[in-house]
């Protein structure tokens, strides 16, 4: 995959989260702190509700569009699947009781406000769906748009509603908004793949690739909800055996090592759909090993400017905050290892082992409770930051030697070497009150034992970088 097409899957993920920094602010003074905390539990219900009522299904199209010559086919029997099992849960809900998802996830009882979000959950699992067929077809510009839509329509109507001066600001309208937005950016994009929904009517549902693709996907879902509380328990072990102050320093660190997922996004739009086609046509393990070095190397790169750039984040932040610099370089590990991760467990997906992806988390989890319980109750945020990037190191540890062991044998023991040493250095930075001077130079020394770690990917990267200038 070239630079351009690379910029124009990046425009998405950075987009969408530009425009998520910069509508917070608006809703904020439109909406009550209470609405706005509704919205933040909306976003979640959405991002849930998709990676169960998916059932693993959209990561298994993504594993098996490669394989097979009729798209077409995997297409409609993965997204009818999905559309079936949503519309059964949703009949549940409103035969039962569906005010009782407004009053669980809002406080309160409101039929409408449940409607809204099973239509919102619908929405949202349908443009998956469509954004991935884009995505597989590798149309990178559209499939960003795809993603900055949703985003810009939000901003517009909350904006609009200020400007037509309407009096009444609350979450009803702006579920209502968020529905109308997740249907106009639908609509829009089953226009754009008009003739591959078409092509859904011309083909058979296939009940033999159904269990191939639910026995892929569904272990997917299991480790990913593992995972999820694997980033959870955290909180919860501040909350109980620490103050109220530890939890809100640790959330708002989080909160800012979690703009390096974007990268994590990124990644994952352009790498497994890539390996995957990279295995038709012939044997990807360099390009695994070469990428893998790649982002060891920019995670050095990463820790530096974060290191840089420590004493100035609490300057942006009220007082209480003021020790978040001795947690964050431990907190934005989390999210590095993680995409560091993500290239080296290729294998796993690639040999159809998805519920060898649960234990794996299981073990993560396991461990982060562990090194939770030790350090919590005397070290409070430092020591469930401290947790957090042990426990994902383990984690990275794992899925890559698993990966390596059940696929193909990679080169991997530089990179556990130097994740180590990255956890050791952050621990280090963390623990260690030092003067900014010494802060520099001992991140200095760090990324240039980085390099010559992987001097071969940096003269890539320099060669790489000084050709495009050229041609520019």
Same mark, same amino acid.
């Given at each position: 995959?070239?630079?351009?097409?690379?910029?124009?899957?990046?425009?998405?993920?950075?987009?969408?989260?530009?425009?998520?920094?910069?509508?917070?602010?608006?809703?904020?003074?439109?909406?009550?702190?209470?609405?706005?905390?509704?919205?933040?539990?909306?976003?979640?219900?959405?991002?849930?509700?998709?990676?169960?009522?998916?059932?693993?299904?959209?990561?298994? *199209?993504?594993?098996?569009?490669?394989?097979?010559?009729?798209?077409?086919?995997?297409?409609?029997?993965?997204?009818?699947?999905?559309?079936?099992?949503?519309?059964?849960?949703?009949?549940?809900?409103?035969?039962?009781?569906?005010?009782? =998802?407004?009053?669980?996830?809002?406080?309160?009882?409101?039929?409408?406000?449940?409607?809204?979000?099973?239509?919102?959950?619908?929405?949202?699992?349908?443009?998956?769906?469509?954004?991935?067929?884009?995505?597989?077809?590798?149309?990178?510009?559209? *499939?960003?748009?795809?993603?900055?839509?949703?985003?810009?329509? @939000?901003? =517009?109507?909350?904006?609009?509603?200020?400007?037509?001066?309407?009096?009444?600001?609350?979450?009803?309208?702006?579920?209502?908004?968020?529905?109308?937005?997740?249907?106009?950016?639908? =609509?829009?994009?089953?226009?754009?793949?008009?003739?591959?929904?078409?092509?859904?009517?011309?083909?058979?549902?296939?009940?033999?690739?159904?269990?191939?693709?639910?026995?892929?996907?569904?272990?997917?879902?299991?480790?990913?909800?593992?995972?999820? @509380?694997?980033?959870?328990?955290?909180?919860?072990?501040?909350?109980?055996?620490?103050?109220?102050?530890?939890?809100?320093?640790?959330?708002?660190?989080?909160?800012?090592?979690?703009?390096?997922? %974007?990268?994590?996004?990124?990644?994952?739009?352009?790498?497994?759909?890539?390996? *995957?086609?990279?295995?038709?046509?012939?044997?990807?393990?360099?390009?695994?090993?070469?990428?893998?070095?790649?982002?060891?190397?920019?995670?050095?790169?990463?820790?530096?400017?974060?290191?840089?750039?420590?004493?100035?984040?609490?300057?942006?932040?009220?007082?209480?905050?003021?020790?978040?610099?001795?947690?964050?370089?431990?907190?934005?590990?989390?999210?590095?290892?993680?995409?560091?991760?993500?290239?080296?467990?290729?294998?796993?997906?690639?040999?159809?082992?998805?519920?060898?992806?649960?234990?794996?988390?299981? %073990?993560?989890?396991?461990?982060?409770?562990?090194?939770?319980? $030790?350090? %919590?109750?005397?070290?409070?945020?430092?020591?469930?930051?401290?947790?957090?990037?042990?426990?994902?190191?383990?984690? $990275?540890?794992?899925?890559?030697?698993?990966?390596?062991?059940?696929?193909?044998?990679?080169?991997?023991?530089?990179?556990?070497?130097?994740?180590?040493?990255? %956890?050791?250095?952050?621990?280090?930075?963390? @623990?260690?009150?030092?003067?900014?001077?010494?802060?520099?130079?001992?991140?200095?020394?760090?990324?240039? $034992?980085?390099?010559?770690?992987? @001097?071969?990917?940096?003269?890539?990267?320099?060669?790489?970088?000084?050709?495009?200038?050229?041609?520019?």
């Amino acid at each position: 995959m070239n630079i351009k097409k690379i910029l124009h899957f990046s425009l998405g993920p950075i987009g969408a989260a530009l425009l998520g920094i910069l509508t917070i602010p608006v809703l904020t003074w439109m909406f009550t702190v209470e609405d706005i905390g509704r919205f933040s539990i909306l976003q979640i219900v959405l991002s849930f509700s998709c990676i169960l009522l998916t059932l693993g299904l959209d990561q298994a *199209y993504v594993r098996e569009y490669h394989e097979v010559e009729n798209k077409a086919v995997v297409f409609k029997t993965s997204i009818l699947t999905s559309v079936l099992f949503s519309i059964l849960i949703a009949t549940l809900f409103i035969i039962f009781r569906i005010d009782s =998802i407004s009053q669980n996830a809002y406080k309160i009882s409101s039929y409408y406000l449940s409607s809204m979000t099973i239509v919102c959950v619908i929405l949202t699992m349908l443009l998956r769906y469509v954004t991935l067929n884009i995505r597989m077809q590798e149309k990178g510009l559209i *499939y960003s748009i795809s993603q900055i839509f949703p985003k810009i329509f @939000l901003l =517009i109507a909350v904006l609009g509603l200020f400007f037509l001066g309407s009096n009444k600001f609350d979450f009803n309208k702006l579920i209502t908004i968020q529905a109308i937005s997740l249907f106009l950016v639908l =609509i829009i994009f089953c226009v754009y793949i008009k003739g591959d929904l078409i092509d859904l009517l011309k083909v058979n549902f296939d009940y033999k690739l159904l269990k191939k693709m639910l026995i892929f996907g569904f272990p997917l879902v299991v480790s990913g909800l593992v995972f999820w @509380l694997m980033q959870a328990c955290s909180r919860i072990f501040l909350l109980n055996y620490s103050t109220l102050l530890e939890v809100g320093l640790f959330s708002v660190a989080v909160s800012i090592a979690a703009g390096f997922s %974007v990268l994590t996004t990124i990644f994952n739009t352009i790498w497994v759909p890539t390996i *995957y086609k990279l295995i038709k046509e012939g044997d990807p393990v360099n390009e695994v090993e070469r990428v893998s070095q790649f982002i060891a190397l920019a995670i050095s790169f990463i820790l530096f400017a974060v290191c840089i750039c420590m004493p100035l984040i609490p300057k942006f932040l009220p007082n209480t905050y003021n020790e978040i610099g001795h947690i964050i370089l431990l907190c934005v590990l989390q999210p590095l290892l993680y995409t560091l991760s993500e290239s080296t467990a290729i294998g796993i997906l690639v040999k159809r082992k998805t519920i060898i992806s649960i234990f794996v988390s299981i %073990v993560g989890l396991l461990s982060n409770i562990i090194l939770l319980w $030790f350090l %919590v109750k005397s070290h409070g945020a430092i020591g469930a930051a401290i947790s957090l990037a042990i426990s994902f190191w383990i984690y $990275f540890v794992l899925r890559t030697e698993v990966s390596s062991r059940i696929w193909k044998d990679f080169k991997r023991y530089k990179l556990y070497l130097h994740s180590l040493l990255s %956890v050791v250095f952050s621990l280090l930075i963390s @623990l260690m009150s030092l003067n900014y001077i010494y802060l520099i130079l001992t991140a200095l020394l760090f990324l240039i $034992f980085s390099i010559l770690m992987f @001097l071969d990917v940096f003269r890539n990267i320099f060669r790489n970088i000084s050709s495009y200038m050229r041609v520019l």
